[in-house]
Nanobody, 116 residues
Framework: VQLVESGGGLVQAGGSLTLSCAAT????????MGWYRQTPGKERELVAA????????YYDDPVNGRFTISRDNAKNTLYLRMNRLKPEDTAKYFC??????????WGRGTQVTVSS
């Protein structure tokens, strides 16, 4: 079982990034999945989540309207398109299942840094 996040980087405020999460070792398509983010000294928080069939479950208020979560079940991949990025979006981003009791081992995450 492995979750591998990629696509992070350094971007100016107002810019865009697309994160990817490649999932292996479990039946990806049947699980609701989420993107989470964490900053030093704070708990990991859910940013967005969607069902196995792609139906949207949740967007955190600060990202609603700017971020878009999606998935490609044929590729076992989860995406997060992030537009109009703000410095407060700076964090390490992780993917995992939406329901905590289904969590897979956390990946290394991908760092997003937004400069002002």
């Amino acid at each position: 079982v492995q979750l591998v996040e990629s696509g992070g980087g350094l971007v100016q405020a107002g810019g865009s990034l697309t994160l990817s999460c490649a999932a292996t070792g479990f039946t990806f398509r049947i699980f609701a999945m989420g993107w989470y983010r964490q900053t030093p000294g704070k708990e990991r928080e859910l940013v967005a989540a969607l069902a196995g069939d792609g139906g949207i479950i949740y967007y955190d208020d600060p990202v609603n309207g700017r971020f878009t979560i999606s998935r490609d079940n044929a590729k076992n991949t989860l995406y997060l398109r992030m537009n109009r990025l703000k410095p407060e979006d700076t964090a390490k981003y992780f993917c995992n299942t939406y329901v905590s009791t289904n969590y897979r081992p956390w990946g290394r995450g991908t760092q997003v840094t937004v400069s002002s």
